[in-house]
């Protein structure tokens, strides 16, 4: 057995004649008591067997490596202008070739936001109406996948600045982060908002946000293609930002590495150390240990038993 036989001592029945009784068979009887003596190696095997299982209930710990997560500092929300004349080709790509104004806007956009770790990214398009693409999210991948799935005039084919602004202010709403910026694309002259964008601009620079705007239209072209630069550049100053107009791609890419550069931000980091439970592994050695030897004690004591009936058998025979 595993842990010691329970005994109990008890009183021995006293009788008069014993010692006549031990002459008739010739025995010699002797005074005091039959001592179980216990081996060293069981006694160690038994405080193993504790040690075990001490150690199970003290359930030890390893520490892993720590691991460390980026904490969003910033929430940079993007505009980005889906109407019928960003379908102009007057930008080129990386290749040299000619594209719409749309693709060249992509195209910077992606290598932009592959620089937004540390911060949570939204994606508003606008039209006819505004649209949220991409709710405030740290998964850059998606964002850019979404993006990319952006075409003209899969909003309608006019502008409502003022309204995406509108929209983009109600996500703001729910964001913990002081920092709120606000990064506009637009070629065209607003012409369907129910709010107007210097009314939009007013109420963000009220709640604290940041918009920069940036143009890429024609300000010398007529009706709604028309770029209006100083309504554009009102909404910028009102909230603190700052308007930027590109002609071509270099200068689309010029201006979001100076709007990255504004927007420097110490980046904060959380980490912390997985701890995974080890008190299965002492517990498991105390089962099988003590499951084992007690099995063991069982088989040799009957492989005992099967011999001394053999060699009784022998001997009658």
Known sequence: MVLPVYREPRQAVRVPWFQRVAKLVGGKPSEGAVIMQTRWSQLLFRYGLWILLVSALARPQWVEPAISRVTPTRDLLLLVDLSGSMETKDFTNKKGEQ???????????????????????????????????????????????????????????????????????????????????????????????????????????????????????????????????????????????????????????????????????????????PRRDLFHWPLAAFLILSVGVRCWKLFGSSLKRLESSSTEGGQRG
């Open 99 to 273: 594209v719409d104004r749309l693709t060249a806007v992509k195209e910077v956009l992606d290598d932009f936001l592959t620089r937004r770790d540390g911060d949570k990214v939204g994606l508003i398009v606008f039209g006819n109406a505004a649209f949220v693409q991409v709710p405030f999210t740290q998964d850059l991948k998606v964002c850019r996948q979404l993006l990319d799935e952006t075409a003209t005039r899969m909003a309608g084919p006019r502008t409502a600045f003022g309204d995406a602004i509108g929209l983009g202010i109600t996500l703001f709403e729910r964001s913990e982060n002081e920092d709120k910026l606000m990064i506009a694309l637009t070629d065209g002259n607003d012409t369907g908002s129910k709010v107007p964008p210097a009314e939009a601009a007013s109420i963000a620079s009220d709640k604290g946000i940041v918009i920069h705007v940036v143009g890429v239209g024609d300000p010398q072209a007529t009706g709604e293609e028309k770029l209006d630069e100083k309504a554009l550049d009102a909404v910028a100053k009102n909230t603190g930002g700052q308007y930027f107009h590109a002609n071509n791609r270099e200068e689309l890419e010029n201006i979001y590495t100076e709007i990255d550069q504004m927007g420097t931000r110490e980046v904060e980091s959380e980490s912390y150390r």
